[in-house]
């Protein structure tokens, strides 16, 4: 994966940028020493890694700015920075670039019951917010597996998903407000404890945007009250058409489950090698989680296991009890490690009609005996987000190029039969120059013009999201 | 007044955009507010679903289908629109038959939309045309996707001023096999904004908390679900309400869905005179303001945090709303602008956008700023 070459005269100020950046800010703000900036050098995509000019992690909304306006007024591209957890390169800096990192900013700055809603500054980590309400018995409810270390800030940039987002939705419809400052450095307050906007809705359009647009400092989020109680149920099935089909008829037959995952069979294998949940040697399983009170519960798990047995499952493990349903999870919950273990592995996440996931899972395995890399997937199948984790060895010369041309593959297919190159991790610079498969050039050009409009010098994070070739007048011209 | 424009594919309402020399009055059904200059351009020659796939809660329709139309194609398979889009007709005086795109484009949303979200969050995907008569799509048909910016929740809402809808994808939601009701009687406003919100902050699942002052003041809890769950949560739900008193649950169908729908549509003002205002606030701070506000008459949805104001011409709600973070639009009347003012950094970001979108200032110019 490319990536502009830095521009050297920023290098060649850098003591410049360093010195004004400290002035402006308090003590231990900013960082430059080579050593330290290091641990900015890359995101969760470890294969692409940078050390930035500078680091600035500001502690409030007024340092953010303090910060941006020196960038601006000195043209140094700025990449804001959450925890670091991107799988899609959208926190990688380049050498000419400042890295603004909110991680010191985590307080909750006001919890309200009776409004469902909680303000928090950017930096506190997903599963925290969560740990602020829950005694009072509320959860935020988009919750990403790497929930215990991303932080809100890289969940509204990337609108990130979680498994329960088939019932509670993604961050985008659990988001209410932003505090966020622009590339010029002017703080804007957009949305709040009220619903929907005043005119054109910004809030939904910086939800997503990937860093490009302004760094959001805080946020107003929803918090909903806890449900009575969840338990799943897991269903082993002979073939992944099968269980494809069961997941549909689940969903046609009115039912709407929190969450319906499903791994197919070299996921599950190394899943059992590797935390030996008990999960029955099948083509497929499916694990399909209900809420609501025990006896609720139980009517839903009823009515799934009905459906399922239509489909002549070669297994039914219907939780009865808080540690069997600790056990359904294990092995979903490992799977990521499991596979790991293995080899080195990518993880995609392309979104796909739930009605193709038969052909897709068919033509992945047609692919991957032709690439010669081992593929499994996970993946939340109600919604079609699916995660095929390609397995590779990063130490032989040539498997990472492979392994990137077959994730390629498989997200241009996921776009063929109808879904597109990301459901939740998004763009970065990963699937930047795939854009142009799903979008056309005039598509890709009206969000282009989006930026312009909130960063007209493109300083934000400026490589990422679209393809090189088609912002390089834009960037270039910002220079 | 001339007839509309009435263009029969995307394609020939692409041409007649990028060949207008003035601006255009877009509209669906005509059932809602629009701009008021221009010549009229209508989206109801786009018509059809043109894909239902119920194991996936998808759907996607040409921009002027009927609402209607479509509301019918999901029930066929037990399934529905759950942001539970208003009808305007009645509140408006209007005649004709509300669109899918007209809907989507004015962020519709209803009584559920206080749980499950507003049009924008079942918006998956849209194809429009620009102001320069491009023909543009963002989004998809699929429930997950973050590819790009999400210029969907953008459309949605934007009234027509940012482009001509032709087409959406929309995440559909079964529909509940029984829905009750729960209604108490003689509330206070304060009163009744408390109960709901002890309601909504319960794990009960309640998706509709209205309530209605006047004389005899009614607040409304809805629950939605299996049959035995409703009975359930209803009879959990009266033993959280205990100190307001639930006075009883109506679990006929047909009486429970015009509840609803008065609430929905707002039957409450229909066939009075007067300035219409909805005003998004925090629901706790719903009561206070609407003391001071000088409205004949209000009703409450989402908890508190819509308010529906029925004022005389002469009263300035939006004054009233200083110091109160939230907005005020204005659906029926003339004189102040539809939409509430923006803080400057705001105004100016939106009209970046509009610029961008439509560039010349075709759409429905004047409406939203
Ligand atoms: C093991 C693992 C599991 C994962 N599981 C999931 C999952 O289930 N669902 C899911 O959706 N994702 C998942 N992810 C991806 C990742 O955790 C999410 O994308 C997350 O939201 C990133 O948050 P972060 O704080 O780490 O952001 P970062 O990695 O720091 O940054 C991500 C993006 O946000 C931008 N950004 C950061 N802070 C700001 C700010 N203040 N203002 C504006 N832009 C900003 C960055 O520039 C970058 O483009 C997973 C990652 C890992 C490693």
């Known amino acids: 994966m490319e990536m502009p070459a830095p521009n050297p005269q920023i290098i060649a100020q850098k003591a410049r ?10 003590e231990g703000a900013v960082i430059d020493a080579e050593a330290e900036v290091r641990a900015y050098e890359c995101d969760a995509l470890t294969a692409y890694s940078c050390p930035p000019l500078a680091v600035v992690l500001p502690g409030t909304t007024e340092d953010v700015a303090k910060a941006l306006r020196i960038c601006h007024e000195a043209g140094v591209p700025v990449v804001p920075r959450g925890a670091g957890t991107s799988l899609a390169g959208g926190a990688l800096p380049t050498a000419d670039s400042v890295i603004l990192g909110v991680a010191r900013m985590s307080q909750v700055l006001e919890t309200d019951y009776d409004n469902r809603f909680i303000r928090v500054q950017t930096g506190r980590t997903n599963l925290s917010v969560t740990g602020a309400v829950e005694e009072a018995g509320f959860f935020y409810a988009p919750d990403p597996s790497s929930q215990l270390a991303c932080a809100i800030a890289g969940n509204i940039a990337m609108n990130s998903g979680g498994a329960h987002c088939l019932k509670y939705g993604v961050t985008t419809n659990n988001l209410l407000g932003v505090t966020m400052v622009t590339m010029e450095g002017e703080v804007i307050e957009i949305g709040g404890a009220h619903m929907d906007a005043a005119g054109l809705d910004l809030l939904g359009l910086i939800c997503g945007s990937e860093g490009q647009l302004g760094v959001v400092t805080e946020a107003t989020l929803r918090i909903l009250p806890k449900p009575e109680g969840a338990r799943p149920v897991l269903v082993g099935f002979d073939s992944n058409e099968v269980a494809g089909q069961c997941v549909s008829d689940i969903i046609k037959a009115g039912l709407l489950p929190v969450a319906i995952e499903f791994m197919d069979r070299p996921c599950i294998r190394a899943t059992e090698a590797f935390a030996k949940a008990g999960y029955p040697d099948c083509e497929a399983l499916l694990i399909i989680e209900v809420e609501g009170s025990d006896a ?9 296991v009905e459906i399922a047995e239509r489909h002549d499952p070669v297994e039914i493990r219907e939780s009865g009890s808080a540690e069997e349903s600790a056990k359904i999870w294990l092995g979903r919950k490992s799977a990521f490690g499991a596979m790991g273990q293995i080899n080195d592995y990518m993880c995609l996440d392309g979104t796909i009609p739930v009605s193709a996931l038969p052909h897709v899972l068919r033509r992945i395995g047609e692919m991957s005996k032709d690439y010669g890399l081992d593929v499994g997937n996970v993946f939340h199948a109600g919604d079609g987000n699916m995660h095929p984790l390609i397995l590779f060895d990063a130490n032989k010369p040539g498997d990472l190029e492979k392994c990137e041309a077959f994730g390629a593959d498989i997200l241009r297919l996921c776009v063929e039969v109808g879904g597109c ?14 854009m142009g498969h799903q979008y056309a050039p005039e598509d890709l050009e009206i969000q282009m013009a989006v930026k312009d409009v909130f960063d007209p010098g493109w300083l934000l994070n400026p490589a990422k999201v679209f393809p090189l070739a088609a912002t390089g007048a834009r960037r270039e011209a910002a220079v | 007044m001339t007839q509309a424009a009435r263009p029969q594919s995307e394609a020939e309402l692409a041409e007649i955009v990028a060949g207008s020399n003035g601006p255009l009055r877009i509209a669906g059904g005509g059932t809602r507010r629009s701009g008021g200059a221009g010549a009229a351009l209508t989206t109801r020659g786009l018509s059809g679903v043109t894909l239902h796939e119920p194991g996936a809660l998808t759907l996607v329709a040409r921009a002027g289908t009927p609402l209607a139309e479509v509301e019918r194609v999901l029930a066929s398979e037990g399934q529905r629109l759950a942001f539970e889009p208003m009808d305007h007709r009645g509140l408006l005086g209007t005649k004709g038959a509300p669109t899918i795109g007209g809907a989507v484009a004015a962020n519709v949303s209803g009584p559920r ?3 499950v979200g507003a049009a924008r969050d079942f918006l998956l995907g849209v194809r429009f045309v620009d ?12 429930m997950k996707n973050v590819t790009g910016y999400d210029l969907v929740k953008l459309m949605a809402g934007s009234w027509g001023t940012l482009g001509v809808i032709t087409e959406v994808s929309l995440k559909v939601l079964p529909a509940p096999e029984v829905t009750g009701t729960l209604l108490i009687e003689g509330l206070s406003d304060a009163d009744a904004v408390r109960a709901m919100a002890a309601a909504l902050g319960s794990p009960f699942e309640v998706t509709g908390a209205a309530h209605l002052p006047g004389d005899a003041p009614l607040t409304l809890l809805r629950i939605e679900g299996m049959e035995a769950s409703v009975a359930y949560r209803a009879e959990a739900l009266c033993g959280v309400l205990s100190e307001f008193g639930v006075s009883r649950v109506e679990t006929d169908p047909e009486a429970g869905a015009a509840l609803w729908r008065a609430v929905r549509d707002v039957e409450a003002f229909h066939g009075r005179d007067g300035h219409v205002w909805r005003l998004s606030v925090k629901p706790s701070e719903a009561p206070e303001l609407v003391a001071r506000l000088g409205a004949e008459a209000v009703i409450y949805d989402w908890g508190g945090g819509l308010v529906w104001a029925l004022a005389a011409p002469g009263v300035d709600v939006r004054a009233a709303m200083a110091g109160t973070k939230g907005h005020a639009t204005l659906i029926r009347g003339e004189g102040p602008p539809m939409f509430h003012p923006e803080p400057a950094p705001i105004a100016r970001i ?10 010349r200032g075709v759409f429905n110019p004047g409406l939203m700023g």
Do not use: C, M, Y
């Open chain 1, 17 to 26: 940028i360093v010195k004004r950046l400290r002035a402006a800010l308090p």
């Open chain 1, 296 to 304: 609720e519960i139980d009517a839903q798990l009823a009515r799934i």
């Open chain 1, 421 to 434: 190159l990301t459901g939740e991790h998004g763009v970065g610079i990963e699937k930047r120059d795939l």
């Open chain 2, 113 to 115: 939309r206080v749980v």
């Open chain 2, 131 to 142: 102001g320069q008569g491009r023909i543009l799509k963002n989004g998809g048909r699929v």
């Open chain 2, 350 to 359: 939106s009209e970046g956008l509009r610029a961008a979108f439509d560039p």
